[in-house]
C-alpha cells in the first residue's frame, strides 16, 4: 500500500501561482510514477502533468504546458506540481495519484494508470 497526502492548494487571483505538494508513505519502493489529475465541477477528473520516479521524465496537457512544473524529491518522497500564471479555468480540486505498475521511463496519463490517489486539495483562481 502507498498512502499520498496533498498539500498546498488555497485562493490565489487569476496570474498568480502555487506550489502544491504530494508526501507518499508505507510501500515507496514501488512507485513507478506519479500523476497529478483535476476535477472542476461537473466535469471529468483530467491528467495535468506525471513524472516517472527514478528517470524523471514528465509529461504535461497542453492546457498546462509552459505553466507547470512538476518535479520529485525521491529522498523525501514527495512530488511537487508548481503552478504559475494560474487561470480561472484552472479551478478545481487536485488530485496527486501514484503508480505501481509499469517499468521504463515513460510517463503515465491516464487514471486507469494510476493504483493509489491522495485525498485532493481544492485550488480557486479568482478573476
Known amino acids: 500500500q502507498v498512502q499520498l497526502v496533498e498539500s498546498g492548494g488555497g485562493l490565489v487571483q487569476a496570474g498568480g501561482s502555487l506550489r502544491l505538494s504530494c508526501a507518499a508513505s508505507?510501500?515507496?519502493?514501488?512507485?513507478?510514477?506519479m500523476g497529478w489529475f483535476r476535477q472542476a465541477p461537473g466535469k471529468e477528473r483530467e491528467f495535468v502533468a506525471a513524472?516517472?520516479?527514478?528517470?524523471?521524465?514528465?509529461s504535461y496537457a497542453d492546457s498546462v504546458k509552459g505553466r507547470f512544473t512538476i518535479s520529485r524529491e525521491n529522498a523525501e518522497n514527495t512530488a511537487y506540481l508548481q503552478m504559475n500564471s494560474l487561470k480561472p479555468e484552472d479551478t478545481a480540486v487536485y488530485y496527486c495519484?501514484?503508480?505501481?505498475?509499469?517499468?521504463?521511463?515513460?510517463?503515465?496519463?491516464?487514471?486507469?494508470?494510476?493504483?493509489?490517489w491522495g485525498q485532493g486539495t481544492q485550488v480557486t483562481v479568482s478573476s
Open positions: 508505507g510501500r515507496t519502493f514501488s512507485i513507478y510514477g
Open positions: 495519484a501514484a503508480s505501481t505498475r509499469y517499468s521504463g521511463n515513460f510517463p503515465r496519463r491516464g487514471t486507469y494508470d494510476y493504483d493509489y
Open positions: 513524472i516517472t520516479w527514478s528517470g524523471g521524465s514528465t
